[in-house]
T-cell receptor, first 113, second 109 residues
Framework: SQTIHQWPATLVQPVGSPLSLECTVEGTSNPNLYWYRQAAGRGLQLLFYSVGIGQISSEVPQNLSASRPQDRQFILSSKKLLLSDSGFYLC????????????FGPGTRLTVL | GQNIDQPTEMTATEGAIVQINCTYQTSGFNGLFWYQQHAGEAPTFLSYNVLDGLEEKGRFSSFLSRSKGYSYLLLKELQMKDSASYLCAVQDSNYQLIWGAGTKLIIKP
């Protein structure tokens, strides 16, 4: 069966510090991978998605970046965090079929102080 | 622009039935998803509709009318564990998901 891991679960970082969140998927190959951010009481905002190694599409201009160094690894980074980067970060995957539902990791709650 | 509308919050009684509505305006349509999200947790998949009509899965059913840009999620025999947010998401012409803000469902004994 497929599983998706995210870490860390929670993170408190000062403004201006760097960020690295990691997501890995097991039990599948060549997945589509997604990074979302969810502000409190809000819907999901798609940040990045990837259809393959080294292929990253950005949906929203911001100070975040993403990388996919391996087939089942997706990393979200920032060089300098802003207060507005606080939120719940979710990684998700789905298979190649267009109607496939997305499966989410447990999420990382980031607080920037 | 693309827009998904859901009520912000609903309250229902344990054992009752509740209907959560979702209306959408998107650039293209390739299916509609409903997800459940408990507080502090990740969303989990509930249902998928791409053709008009009702899809039933146990206590949960989802309905779609593409001509009206409308869907609802019907929850029967409500249990306390159904207290959660319910997210509506539409897959647009690029097969990307556009998400609603979610409906917080409060179940009272």
């Amino acid at each position: 069966s497929q599983t998706i891991h995210q870490w860390p679960a929670t993170l408190v970082q000062p403004v201006g510090s760097p960020l690295s969140l990691e997501c890995t998927v097991e039990g599948t190959s060549n997945p589509n991978l997604y990074w979302y951010r969810q502000a409190a009481g809000r819907g999901l905002q798609l940040l990045f998605y990837s259809v393959g190694i080294g292929q990253i599409s950005s949906e929203v201009p911001q100070n975040l970046s993403a990388s996919r160094p391996q087939d089942r690894q997706f990393i979200l980074s920032s060089k300098k965090l802003l207060l507005s980067d606080s939120g719940f970060y979710l990684c998700a995957w789905n298979g190649r079929g267009h109607s496939n539902e997305q499966f989410f990791g447990p999420g990382t709650r980031l607080t920037v102080l | 622009g693309q827009n998904i509308d859901q009520p912000t919050e609903m309250t229902a009684t344990e054992g009752a039935i509740v209907q959560i509505n979702c209306t959408y305006q998107t650039s293209g349509f390739n299916g509609l998803f409903w997800y459940q999200q408990h507080a502090g947790e990740a969303p989990t998949f509930l249902s998928y509709n791409v053709l008009d009509g009702l899809e039933e899965k146990g206590r949960f059913s989802s309905f779609l009318s593409r001509s009206k840009g409308y869907s609802y999620l019907l929850l029967k025999e409500l249990q306390m564990k159904d207290s959660a947010s319910y997210l509506c998401a539409v897959q647009d012409s690029n097969y990307q998901l556009i998400w609603g803000a979610g409906t917080k469902l409060i179940i009272k004994p």
